[in-house]
């Protein structure tokens, strides 16, 4: 059977995997650490509330992103995947109307 559709599936599949592991890496970047030392040094002081609160919209921004990451290692896995099925489905149909 010969593919109608070319795509390149291995491709697809390999993209979500690297956005898979990208979303991860993201999501381990320690932002605590980065303001410990003022925070503590600092302690009570405004300049501490400060670094607080960057820290917090830091650590939102960095799960937003990860999170917009993951979706689309979701959406082409499930492309990848959607692809491989139908494709294989469609050269079957005309397969067996053609008698091949």
Do not use: P
Not at 2 to 19: G, H, N, P, S, W
Not at 24 to 46: E, H, M, P, Q, Y
Not at 91 to 99: A, C, E, H, P
């Amino acid at each position: 059977m010969t593919l109608v559709l070319k795509a390149d599936l291995d491709a697809i599949a390999t993209l979500a995997a690297e956005l898979w592991i990208s979303a991860t890496t993201i999501r381990d970047i320690d932002v605590n650490s980065a303001f410990a030392g003022v925070l503590l040094a600092l302690k009570g002081s405004d300049v501490a509330a400060a670094c607080r609160t960057a820290e917090l919209q830091i650590e939102s921004a960095l799960a937003s992103v990860a999170n917009r990451v993951e979706a689309m290692a979701d959406a082409n896995a499930h492309a990848a995947h959607t692809v491989g099925i139908t494709d294989a489905q469609y050269g079957d149909t005309i397969s067996g109307l053609l008698k091949l």
